[in-house]
Each structure stands twice: as structure tokens, then as C-alpha cells.
């Protein structure tokens, strides 16, 4: 558990936190409980007198030149709204007198106004009609106590002289509860913006976080020793030769990826895999055994596993033989141990093909072979082995159909490839890089691990001694090639990860 504290795990986790705590703080904001609030801005200013005050000329023509009374006139809209998540009522006014709102223009002077309701809100106008509702003079404008329920509003068209723009006006007044703000507006000659400030600030923060926590995962931490998720020591591969490319490649990416950690192969075949898992009375914490297929009941307890991928295998052909299709009744042929039913020759399935059959198969630790018995033989056995001499040497003793076993994926393939009558079965990734063999479709379908129709598949199982150890260099590389970066070595023509929303039914099935 210490070595899980270190600088780089520690700031991955902060930062995180800090991630989730602003798209957190991102939606309280836009959905906060606010107290009542009354907002006003000013949506128009717009100088239409004469006269060139603030620096500003203008050419003006009609009767905004020569209004009575009036000099450098002025009109500004004034959005007057209910800004906040509760009611505005008229009690809830706390200006002393008959008036709820002050508008103050400055240095300028009130000389008339037009109230514009909401379309839908035209019963606000009833608030304006009673005498002295409305009072303005100089450069005030007193509005009368209006109740606006949340998001209700009204808007104020000022006719305003002196010059200037409406710039400098404010609204003063009090709220029960609450208050009186100025709110963003946008005038017709200013650029909208695109975010508002809150959500400029957190997308900068959240950029922020995943640029930390790109720089720990790219960027070894701790003087360079680790980066998160990686752990150091040494570990042992066994079981499944089929399987042993896909393994040896995660294994040496990882090695690439943590270089603390040294990861040895070490596959001699399921059963000798998991034998070796729990041989002695101690847990084996460094060792993993792949198996190719889940183990049998009846297995140590000790042992726990989990689906890693599935695989594809093949019945392979020496390239001499014509075959290009096998029936499931003619594979169990090919291998059953009954002489009555047994196929010897190939003739029998290929007239252009009279050759004696040398049945290659695996030792009885396989789960290669335990996969392709269960699959094909259905509890039959297969025939004794033929002398060492008729599977290892160039052709069938005197001419007979011979049987062996050999202990890898790879001997099976460089003997098919030797023996001109040869059949046995190899992972696809064998078949199809051995020459002078080709894989063989069964009862119609091509082996492919994309073809639901075709039956030599196998999942392959990743056990260890008990569930691994949270923090060890097992349960780090078995995570790196189920869940995390190794799974791209799952994916090839011949294996797919199990953990993809395609594949996990067809592991757990």
C-alpha cells in the first residue's frame, strides 16, 4: 500500500478530484437556489441630438434636431426583470413611499418614457396607470412597486438630453431577502460573446487537469523509475504455447512502458501451467498460467481466474494435400481411437489425395487439446501413439497412417509443414505463418474470429495462485492487457479482447 503513495499517483488522483469537483461546481452554478433578485442593463444607448460630446459626430436630419426643450437627445432601453428563482411581490419593495425603484442617469435630464410590457405580460401595464405611478424629473425616474414572478420583465424606452449615452445609469432600490444587480447586456453594436465567464474559467480549469494528468501518464515520475499504473519485479508466464505470441507481446510492451519490471515467458502447455501455479504450499504471487479454455471442476481451489480474449484455431493441412474443407463427422474420423470408424488414408475424403493420414495431435496437458476434444470427439478417445520415429521423421512408417502428440503449437506446425499426409490443429496465428501448410475451413466456414458460424473457438483464461495481490506486478499486467493499453495486442484477425460490448457476451457465454 505505500508504494501506491507516490508524487505522481498522489497529483493523478488530485487532479481528478479537481476535474470532477469543477464540472460539479459547472452544473451547482447554472442550477444554484438564488435569493430574489431584481436585474436591470441597459439594452440600447444610442445618441440621436446633435452635438459631438464624448468625441463623437453625428449627422442628424428631422425633427431630432429641433424637438422642443431638447439638446443632444438621447434614447436608452432599459430591461427592467425579475433575476433571481423566487417572486418579487410589492411588499417585498423596501424603499420607503409609494415607489419600489430609483433609475439616476447622472448628469443627464428625464424628459419622457414608454413602458413596453412582455407580450404575454401586458396585465404589467396596470401597475402604470394610477396617477404619479410614474414620476420622473432632473435625472431621476421613479418606478412604481411592479410583482414579477421569475424571468418576468418589462422594459423602459427613455428619452434622455444633455448628451452622452446612458452610460453612466443606475438603478437603485431595495429587495426584501435579496437584492438589485446589473446584468450582462449586449448592445447592437457589440460582439455576443461565445462563453460566459463561469464557463470560460471552468473549461480552463478542466483543460488544466487533463493536461496534469496527460503529463504524469507520459512523463515518468518519481526520478524516472515508474509511471502510474506501473509496478516493478519480476514475473512468470507459463501455461498455453497458443496463446504464448499474444502474451510475449503485452509482456514486452509492458517491459517498455514500466522499466522496473521483468517479465519472463515460460509456456509449456496449460495443464503444465497450472500445475505449476499451485505445486508447492506457498501462494505464487509471481507467476500467471493462460489457459486455453476454462479449467475443469474439480481444479484446485487455489486457482482464480478470468477471461482475458478469445481465440481462433485451425485444422492444418500439408500443402500437398488438395483438402480445403472437413466435416466435423471427418475430423472425428481423422482422430477417433475406433479402427472401424477411423479415416487412414486420404483418399477417403480426397480422391486426389492418396496418402496415408498422420494424425498430429498435443499431449493430454494441452488446452488446445482439451478444447478439441470436448469440441469434436464429444468423450472419445483418440488412437495411441504411432512410434516416435513414423510423427518425427519425414513421412508414415512403411506407409501407414500414423498418430502422435507433440508439446507445442509450433512443433504441430513445423511437422505438418515436414509430412506431406499431415492434419493437426494450431492456433490461426500458426496456420497462417507456417508454409507449406494451409488452414482448412470446417463444415463450410472459414476460420475467422468474426464468423459466429464457425466452431473452433476457444477463451483463453489468465489464472493465478488466488485473486491477485492489489499492487503486484501480477495484478498490474493482467489489468495493462485486459482493461488497459495491451489489449491492442488482443486485437488481430486471430484474437479479440474479451472486454469490448461485442465480445464480453461471448466470454461469459
Known amino acids: 500500500m505505500a508504494d501506491w503513495w507516490s508524487t505522481s499517483n498522489v497529483v493523478a488522483v488530485l487532479t481528478a478530484v479537481l476535474g470532477v469537483g469543477a464540472s460539479v461546481a459547472a452544473v451547482w452554478y447554472e442550477r444554484r437556489p438564488r435569493r430574489r433578485q431584481l436585474g436591470y442593463r441597459v439594452q440600447m444607448a444610442i445618441r440621436v441630438g446633435g452635438g459631438s460630446r464624448g468625441g463623437r459626430g453625428q449627422a442628424v436630419f428631422g425633427q431630432f434636431t429641433n424637438l422642443p426643450g431638447i439638446s443632444d437627445a438621447t434614447l436608452v432601453l432599459l430591461r427592467i426583470e425579475n433575476y433571481g428563482a423566487q417572486s418579487i411581490s410589492e411588499s417585498d419593495y423596501t424603499n420607503n413611499g409609494p415607489h419600489g425603484l430609483t433609475v439616476d442617469v447622472a448628469d443627464l435630464t428625464v424628459r419622457s418614457v414608454v413602458v413596453i410590457p412582455d407580450p404575454d405580460e401586458l396585465h404589467l401595464l396596470g401597475h402604470f396607470s394610477a396617477p404619479d405611478s410614474l414620476r420622473y424629473g432632473d435625472n431621476l425616474l421613479q418606478l412604481p412597486r411592479v410583482p414579477l414572478n421569475p424571468g418576468q420583465h418589462y422594459k423602459l424606452l427613455i428619452l434622455l438630453s444633455g448628451g452622452g449615452a446612458g452610460s453612466d445609469l443606475h438603478v437603485r432600490g431595495g429587495i426584501r431577502d435579496g437584492g438589485i444587480v446589473e446584468t450582462e447586456s449586449v448592445s447592437v453594436d457589440d460582439k455576443p460573446q461565445r462563453f460566459s465567464r463561469p464557463a470560460r474559467l471552468i473549461m480552463v ?63 509449456r502447455g496449460s495443464e503444465a501451467g497450472l500445475r505449476e501455479l499451485t505445486a508447492g504450499s506457498e501462494p505464487r504471487t509471481d507467476l500467471i498460467a493462460f489457459s486455453d479454455g476454462r479449467v475443469q471442476t474439480g481444479a484446485s481451489p487455489r486457482l482464480w481466474g478470468q477471461a482475458a480474449a478469445l481465440s481462433v484455431f485451425a485444422l492444418v493441412v500439408n500443402n500437398h494435400l488438395a483438402v480445403s474443407n472437413l466435416t466435423s463427422g471427418q475430423i472425428r474420423a481423422l482422430y477417433t481411437a475406433d479402427p472401424a470408424g477411423r479415416i487412414t488414408d486420404w483418399s477417403r475424403i480426397s480422391p486426389r489425395d492418396p496418402v496415408p493420414v498422420a494424425a498430429l495431435s498435443r499431449t493430454g496437458d494441452s488446452g488446445t487439446r482439451q478444447a478439441f476434444d470436448a469440441l469434436f470427439l464429444s468423450g472419445d478417445a483418440e488412437p495411441a501413439t504411432s512410434s516416435p520415429g513414423g510423427c518425427l521423421g519425414d513421412g508414415a512408417a512403411g506407409g501407414q497412417a500414423v498418430y502422435c502428440q507433440l508439446a507445442s503449437s509450433a512443433e504441430i506446425a513445423g511437422r505438418v509443414a515436414a509430412l506431406p499426409g499431415a492434419v493437426g490443429y494450431v492456433d490461426l496465428r500458426a496456420a497462417r505463418n507456417t508454409p507449406n501448410v494451409h488452414p482448412v475451413s470446417i463444415d463450410g466456414h472459414a476460420p475467422s474470429i468474426h464468423d459466429s458460424g464457425y466452431r473452433f473457438t476457444e477463451i483463453e483464461y489468465a489464472y493465478t495462485d488466488g485473486r491477485p495481490v492489489p499492487g503486484s506486478l501480477a495484478d498490474a499486467f493482467l489489468s495493462y492487457l485486459i482493461t488497459g493499453p495491451g489489449r491492442s495486442d488482443l486485437t488481430t484477425d486471430d484474437d479479440q479482447p474479451c472486454y469490448t460490448p461485442d465480445n464480453l457476451p461471448r466470454c461469459r457465454g
Request: proline letters at 5%; charged letters at 15%; one cysteine or more.
Open 205 to 267: 480549469m478542466l483543460t488544466a487537469c487533463v493536461v496534469a494528468l496527460a503529463a504524469i501518464i507520459l512523463i515518468p515520475g518519481d526520478g524516472g523509475r515508474t509511471r502510474v499504473g506501473c509496478v516493478g519485479g519480476r514475473l512468470t508466464i507459463a501455461g498455453s504455447t497458443a496463446f504464448a505470441p499474444i502474451a510475449r507481446a503485452a509482456a514486452d510492451r509492458y517491459q517498455r512502458d514500466c522499466p522496473g519490471a521483468t517479465i519472463v515467458m515460460d509456456a
